[in-house]
């Protein structure tokens, strides 16, 4: 898989140095919003395949934030919410970097115009889903789990690079197992995959972010 990105380098306090890796704009559509209660984003065909190429990258780029900056784009019409929901930017990073995401808003506002950068990554970087271990998930001493903050309208979704690739296997059905959905169940009224923090369901985190991704393959819309 490839997919065109900037490269920024970014100075932080004390002189340290940050790498954003930013998705380059491209004709896809993909959306995403908080809605009180969960997290729902949208990816019609080819914002699908962008979500899994840049979610692969994040699993190979522990030194890297990677950011997706889609706030803007509007959700498809008709789909239910709960109040005025809030649309929001996505950056995926591993929890090593340790990043203080209150600072994400002074860092986006001196990325600057970036260097144009095409990233690779192999073709079926995340195993099947059949052959990802879900029951160690709840065993306790277990940590590959992702976790979820929001700051300066962005989710910031962290995880170590086991946890972005066995979630990417879920994630991975948006691309090969969606578009022929409905064709094969006409009485399903969507695909979608739901990620969430921790080993256990629960309504937000202890930052309170809704606890829950609600990721929904929408081929054609209207805006």
């Keep these: ?6 490269i920024h380098q970014v100075r932080q306090g004390g002189g340290t ?12 559509r993909l959306a995403l919003r908080d809605d009180r209660h969960w997290l729902s984003m ?16 994040a699993a190979r ?18 789909v239910p919410g709960d109040g005025e929901p809030v649309a929001l930017d996505l950056v995926l990073l591993h929890h090593s970097l340790q990043f203080p995401t209150a600072s994400w808003k ?9 260097k144009p950068h095409t990233a690779s990554t192999p073709d079926r970087d995340f195993p099947d889903e059949t052959d990802v271990d879900h029951g160690r998930w709840r065993h306790q001493e277990y940590r590959d789990h992702l976790d979820f903050h929001v700051a300066a309208h962005t989710l910031f979704v962290v995880g170590s690079s086991t946890a972005f690739r066995e979630q990417g296997a879920a ?26 923090p921790g080993p256990w369901p629960h309504a937000r985190t202890r930052r309170q972010v809704p606890g ?9 819309w209207r805006v």
């Excluded at 140095?17 to 896809?28: H, Q």
């Excluded at 949208?42 to 990258?57: I, P, Q, S, T």
């Excluded at 994630?171 to 969430?196: F, I, K, M, Q, T």
Aim: positive net charge; charged residues 20%.
């Design 1 to 6: 898989m490839s997919t065109r990105v900037r």
């Design 17 to 28: 140095g940050l790498r954003v890796i930013r998705a380059a704009p491209a004709p896809v």
């Design 42 to 57: 949208y990816a019609d065909r080819e914002g699908a395949r962008r979500l899994v190429e840049l979610w692969a990258l």
């Design 61 to 78: 780029s522990a030194h890297s934030l990677v950011y997706l900056p889609i706030r803007a784009n509007a959700a498809p019409e008709g």
């Design 106 to 114: 002074e860092v986006r506002g001196r990325l600057g115009a970036g």
């Design 171 to 196: 994630l991975r059905g948006l691309v090969d197992e969606a578009p022929s959905y409905l064709h094969r169940h006409p009485g399903a009224s969507h695909y979608c995959v739901e990620l969430g």
């Design 212 to 220: 829950s991704l609600h990721i929904q393959y929408a081929d054609t």
